[in-house]
């Protein structure tokens, strides 16, 4: 089954390879989006995927790599975004 989602992650996010780690995580279990930071210091990733996958990723979302601090993560089912292959990150 399949999941997609948007999620914003705030916290020390920004600053830290939060999306280098996001891109990281997603391409190891084989899911495609894109991640990029946000004018108000938050992250936002969008993930298409296995359900169990997503979900895997957006737990480990709170913890991210040795240097973020996630104070939240919320993720919103959203529309496919058709052309989507592999996970970018965007700028």
Request: net charge neutral; no cysteine.
């Amino acid at each position: 089954m399949q999941k997609i989602v948007q999620a914003r992650i705030t916290g020390r996010v920004q600053g830290v390879a939060y999306r280098a780690w996001t891109q990281a995580a997603a391409e190891k279990l084989g899911l495609t989006g894109w991640v990029r930071n946000r004018d108000d210091g938050s992250v936002l990733a969008h993930l298409e995927g296995d359900k169990a996958r997503v979900d895997e990723l957006l737990t480990h979302m709170w913890q991210g790599p040795g240097a973020a601090r996630v104070q939240d993560v919320q993720a919103e089912e959203v529309a496919a975004e058709p052309g989507l292959s592999g996970f970018d990150i965007r700028r």
